[in-house]
């Protein structure tokens, strides 16, 4: 079975500081791995994905993921975070069942900007 | 373009009430989910649609029933609300399986007392 784990639950910083978002998932199979953002009081929104092709991917506000096969994991960071960056962050695998897309979500980290 | 909408945004509910959480998509997603969301536990899915007419069963259905006699609507159904179904749910749709985006609705905050 498919499982995600985000390995801490908080993690405070201050403005302007690096920040790297942990994700480790359990898969015997191929996966496609998805970052998710919930700003407070809204939904889900993606950030980025990994699908195929270069292990490095990016999001449109600096935000970065690398696909790391061997150790299983798809780690977010950010060299440089914001206040407007406070949120908290799901890691996701897609499971292919029947040609559905269920995913299947870690617990969330959530990331506190301090100025 | 709306994405997705939910209504009601905050609700409370006594044990053994009833209700329905309305969940509508506007981007002809054939793809449709309700997700329950507790605190430090992430997203479960509770039910998921692949089409009109067509739904199925999440990792955690118990106390729910959807129906999808749309593209554009799926409705969660709450029979007898427990102080377990206490939680916030997102509703999200996506046009494909597989590697597509889900879009999520902004979610409805349930407590049962």
């Known amino acids: 079975a498919q499982s995600v784990t985000q390995l801490d639950s908080q993690v405070p910083v201050f403005e302007e500081a690096p920040v790297e978002l942990r994700c480790n998932y359990s898969s015997s199979v191929s996966v496609y791995l998805f970052w998710y953002v919930q700003y407070p009081n809204q939904g889900l929104q993606l950030l980025l994905k990994?699908?195929?092709?270069?292990?490095l991917v990016e999001s449109i506000n600096g935000f970065e993921a690398e696909f790391n096969k061997s150790q299983t994991s798809f780690h977010l960071r950010k060299p440089s975070v914001h206040i407007s960056d406070t949120a908290e962050y799901f890691c996701a695998v897609s499971l292919l069942s029947g040609g559905y897309n269920k995913l299947i979500f870690g617990a969330g980290t959530r990331l506190a900007v301090h100025p | 373009n709306a994405g997705v909408t939910q209504t009601p945004k905050f609700r409370i509910l006594k044990i053994g009430q009833s209700m329905t959480l309305q969940c509508t998509q506007d981007m002809n997603h054939n793809y449709m989910y309700w997700y329950r969301q507790d605190p430090g536990m992430g997203l479960k899915l509770i039910y998921y649609?692949?089409?009109?007419?067509?739904?199925d069963k999440g990792e955690v259905p118990n106390g729910y029933n959807v129906s999808r006699s749309t593209t554009e609507d799926f409705p969660l159904r709450l029979e007898l609300a427990a102080p377990s179904q206490t939680s916030v749910y997102f509703c999200a749709s996506s046009y494909l399986a597989g590697v597509e985006t889900q879009y999520f609705g902004p979610g409805t905050r349930l407590l049962v007392l």
């Open positions: 649609s692949v089409g009109a007419g067509i739904t």
């Open positions: 990994y699908l195929s092709g270069s292990t």
